[in-house]
C-alpha cells in the first residue's frame, strides 16, 4: 500500500513541559482487553431492532439490519492473529479531545493481534477517502500524539459518502489498497454514514469490517448503549474552569451580568453539564423551552424577575449559561426560521435590489403572516440582520451564527426599562457577553477522555479483527474504575430513525436530547431557585492530570447523576 509522506515533526524542544509529561501517559485498558485481542471472544446477544421506524430503516439496510449486540468474554481466540491485515481509520466532522488516544489504541490493538498489522489514516476526513489520500501510522509516528488534543495527525473533514459515485470511489479504494478493517470517528451524522458504508460493502460482497467510534462534544450522541460520547468530559471541564473564573470575577466585582453562550446546537447537554460544575444564578435549557413552549418574551420575563429580585437585595450582578441552539428550541422563533427560509428564498431577486438592512427588514416583514411579523418587528436590528443575511450554501438561516446571548440582552435591558417605570425594578444593568465553543474542541484529553478514546480505539480494532461488521464501538460502566469496564459492540442500524432531511427521507442514528425526566436536570432544578438567589458559585479550575484519583480521574456530573440509583 503506497503512503504519502508524512512530515509532521515534534521534537521534545518544541513542546511543552505539559506535553512532553502527557506523552509519558500510559491509558488504562479495561481487564477484557489487557491481553490483547487473542484472548477475547465474542459473545452475540440476541437479534436486534431499530429505535423506531423498523420497516423502514430495515428495508434501506437489508444485510446489516437486525445484528445481535455483542459483548467481549475472556477465551481464546488465536485466529485474528494468523494472518497480517491493513487497516484504516478517518475522522468525520468536528474535532473532539481525544481523537488522536482513539487512533493509538486502534494501532495498539491491531499490532498486538499480529506486528506485520498495518493501520494507515485518510487524509481530511471522507474526503480522503474518495481521493485515497493517506499515511501510514507507524508506533514511531504515533507516539508523538499520543494524549494530545486535536485532530492534527490526519485532519478531519465533513464530507459525506453517500450517493453512488462516492461508495463506488470508497469501495474501490478499500479493495485496491486491501483494507479489510475500516474504522470512522465521528458523531451521529458520520456514524450513519458507517452504517451506510457497511451496508454497501456487504452488498457488494467486499469482505471489509467497517466500525464506528461515538465522537462530539456536543454529548447528544447517547443512548442506553452509549453512557457518553468522547470529548464531551474534557470539553465541559474546560468551560467549567472559565466559567466558574468568571463566577469568581462577578462575585468580585459585583457590577456586571456575564451572559455566556456555550457549543451546543441541537442539545443542551454542554450547558448542563456546565451548570451542574459551577452553579450559576440561571441556565437556560433548550429542552425546557421547547417542553413549556415558552416564547421569547416568556423567557425574558423569566430573566427580568431574576435580575430584579437580586437588584432588590443590592445585587447587580450574576451569570447567565446560555446554550447555543436555544433559538431553535423556542416555538415561534423556529417557525419564523422556516418561514424565512422559504420567503428568502423565494424573494432572493427582490431583495437583492434592496440596499439597506431596514429596507430589506420591512419587506420581509410585509410578506410574513402577521404573528410571525410582530415578532419580526420586536426582534433588535442586528439580530434582525443576521436572520436574513446570514445564510448556508443550501440558503437556510446559519442558526448558529446568531447571537442569542446579546438578543437576550437587549430584549431584557427594554424590559428592565420598563419595570423600572412601574416601580418594580430599582437596579443598574450591565452586561458582558461570552461565547465558549472552539475553545474546547481541540483540548488535551483528561484522564477520563484519554482512557476512554484508547479504550474505544483498542475495542474497535478487537471488533474489526472478528469481521463484526456495521457495528459501534462500546465501552461502558464508565462510572467505575476503567480496568472494570465493559467493551463490546452496538449494530449501527440498532440506533437508527427514520428523519426528513432537505425534503427526504433519510435514516440517521437519533440524536439524544437533554432528558427532563433524567437525574441531571432534576439536580438543576431542584437548585435552581437557591442558586438564582445566592452566589453558590463553584470554582472547578483547571483540568488536573497528575495528583489525587477524586480529582484527577472524575467523570462528568452527568453520568455521575445518571448512574445514581443503578
Not at 476526513?125 to 504515533?142: H, K, Q, R, Y
Not at 432528558?515 to 438564582?532: C, M, S, T, Y
Request: proline residues 5%; aromatic residues 8%.
Amino acid at each position: 500500500m503506497a503512503t504519502k509522506k508524512c512530515n509532521k515533526k515534534c521534537a521534545p524542544q518544541e513542546c511543552s513541559q505539559l506535553q512532553q509529561h502527557r506523552g509519558k501517559f500510559k491509558p488504562v485498558l479495561p481487564n477484557i482487553l489487557k491481553n490483547g485481542p487473542a484472548s477475547v471472544k465474542v459473545k452475540a446477544g440476541k437479534p436486534t431492532k431499530s429505535v423506531a421506524d423498523q420497516a423502514k430503516v430495515k428495508k434501506i439496510f437489508p444485510h446489516t439490519y437486525g445484528m445481535p449486540e455483542i459483548a467481549f468474554v475472556k477465551g481464546a481466540n488465536s485466529a485474528v492473529s494468523k494472518k497480517p491485515i491493513n487497516a484504516a481509520v478517518v475522522l468525520s466532522g468536528g474535532q473532539a479531545p481525544g481523537g488522536h488516544n482513539v487512533i493509538a489504541g486502534l494501532l495498539d490493538g491491531f499490532k498486538k493481534a499480529n506486528s506485520r498489522n498495518k493501520l494507515f489514516g485518510f487524509l481530511g476526513g471522507p474526503s480522503g477517502v474518495i481521493d485515497c489520500n493517506f499515511i501510514e501510522i507507524t508506533p514511531a509516528l504515533m507516539d508523538k500524539f499520543r494524549n494530545t488534543g486535536g485532530f492534527d495527525l490526519i485532519q478531519s473533514g465533513r464530507t459525506k459518502i453517500e450517493n453512488d459515485e462516492q461508495l463506488s470511489k470508497a469501495k474501490e479504494n478499500i479493495v485496491n489498497n486491501k483494507i479489510s478493517a475500516f474504522v470512522v470517528v465521528g458523531g451521529d451524522d458520520s456514524n450513519t454514514n458507517a452504517g451506510v458504508i457497511a451496508e454497501y460493502l456487504k452488498k457488494e460482497g467486499v469482505d471489509a469490517s467497517v466500525i464506528g467510534v461515538p465522537k462530539t462534544i456536543d454529548g447528544d450522541l447517547k443512548n442506553e448503549q452509549i453512557e457518553t460520547s468522547f470529548g464531551f468530559d474534557t470539553a465541559t471541564k474546560i468551560y467549567a474552569e472559565m466559567v466558574g473564573n468568571i463566577c469568581r470575577d462577578v462575585n468580585s466585582a459585583r457590577k456586571y451580568w456575564h451572559f455566556v453562550r456555550l457549543m451546543g446546537r441541537s442539545a443542551s447537554h454542554i450547558t448542563l453539564e456546565v451548570a451542574l460544575k459551577t452553579h450559576p444564578n440561571i441556565t437556560l435549557i433548550g429542552e425546557e423551552v421547547l417542553a413549556k413552549k415558552m416564547t421569547l418574551a416568556q423567557i425574558v420575563d423569566y430573566l427580568a424577575k431574576i435580575v430584579a429580585a437580586r437588584a432588590k437585595d443590592g445585587k447587580n450582578f450574576g451569570v447567565v449559561l446560555v446554550p447555543e441552539g436555544l433559538i431553535e428550541f423556542i416555538p415561534e422563533m423556529k417557525e419564523l426560521i422556516a418561514a424565512l427560509n422559504d420567503l428568502l428564498a423565494d424573494n432572493e431577486e427582490a431583495l437583492s435590489k434592496l440596499n439597506k438592512v431596514s429596507e430589506k427588514k420591512e419587506f420581509v416583514i410585509s410578506k410574513l403572516p402577521k404573528k410571525l411579523a410582530d415578532l419580526m418587528k420586536s426582534l433588535p436590528e442586528g439580530i434582525a440582520s443576521q436572520l436574513m443575511l446570514d445564510r448556508d450554501p443550501h440558503g437556510n438561516v446559519q442558526v448558529s451564527l446568531i447571537e442569542t446571548e446579546k438578543l437576550l440582552i437587549e430584549m431584557l435591558r427594554a424590559r428592565l426599562a420598563q419595570l423600572k417605570k412601574e416601580g418594580k425594578y430599582n437596579g443598574k444593568f450591565s452586561a458582558i457577553t461570552h461565547f465558549f465553543g472552539y475553545e474546547g474542541r481541540c483540548g488535551v484529553p483528561s484522564n477520563f477522555d484519554a482512557n476512554y478514546t484508547y479504550a474505544l480505539g483498542y475495542n474497535a480494532a478487537v471488533l474489526a479483527l472478528n469481521k463484526c461488521s456495521g457495528y459501534l464501538s462500546s465501552v461502558r460502566n464508565l462510572v467505575k474504575s476503567p480496568k472494570d469496564w465493559a467493551c463490546g459492540g452496538i449494530p449501527l442500524t440498532m440506533m437508527m430513525n427514520i428523519e426528513r432531511r432537505k425534503g427526504k427521507e433519510k435514516p440517521v442514528i437519533r440524536k439524544a436530547l437533554v432528558d427532563l425526566k433524567g437525574e441531571p436536570f432534576k439536580q438543576l432544578a431542584k437548585n435552581r431557585e437557591l442558586w438564582a438567589k445566592t452566589e453558590s458559585y463553584l470554582f472547578p479550575g483547571p483540568m488536573q492530570f497528575f495528583g489525587p484519583e477524586e480529582v484527577t480521574d472524575m467523570t462528568t456530573e452527568t453520568l455521575k447523576y445518571e448512574h445514581k440509583k443503578k
